[in-house]
């Protein structure tokens, strides 16, 4: 008798053990995506706007939408094109590359636009983000083309010491005929 309520015991007390663990073990949640990082053209700042995307996080090979807005010291041209990227940490272009157009917007004014893009089937533990607000131009001109930018780290820590092309979130824009360069 006495084994048996040992045992009953000790069963008893292992179960309290094992889920007070489980209760306090913290459940690894996913950290939102925030578009914080600045783009660079030829030394000079680009415009940051907003971005936000859905599903958040990004599922691998389904539709993302981002979600683009800002408000804007340049117009924004009657050929005004939003465009969307992947990249992966050494900067080449992952998945498909989605546009869409921006309505005409007179500087000062809020503007706003919804792009879909499938994610690419393969994501890697850490990639970027990348939009842009582009008024495109014969022969492409960053310097001028490119109005309006942000980038979105992911997975990676983007602490004082990491960024990317030496500088912690900042994104250098070197070529629009690709558009999504670093």
Do not use: W
């Amino acid at each position: 008798m006495n084994r048996h309520l040992f045992i009953h015991l000790f069963l008893l007390v292992a179960l309290f053990v094992t889920n007070a663990v489980n209760a306090a073990v913290p459940k690894k949640r996913p950290i939102p995506t925030i578009f914080d990082g600045r783009c660079r053209v030829n030394e000079t700042d680009v415009e940051q706007i907003r971005a936000n995307v859905n599903p958040d996080p990004v599922v691998a090979g389904k539709n993302v939408t981002f979600s683009v807005s800002g408000l804007l010291s340049q117009d924004i041209g009657d050929n005004g094109t939003v465009l969307v990227g992947f990249k992966d940490d050494l900067g080449f272009t992952i998945g498909n590359v989605a546009s869409a157009p921006v309505p005409p917007t007179k500087a000062g004014n809020e503007f706003s636009v919804d792009v879909t893009v499938e994610a690419p089937t393969v994501l890697t533990d850490s990639y970027l983000m990348q939009v842009l607000v582009v008024n495109p131009s014969n022969p492409p001109d960053p310097q001028k083309d490119i109005v309006g930018c942000t980038v979105a780290v992911v997975g990676t820590d983007d602490g004082p010491d990491s960024g990317l092309n030496g500088s912690p979130n900042k994104i250098v824009v070197s070529d629009i005929e690709s558009f999504l360069i670093l």
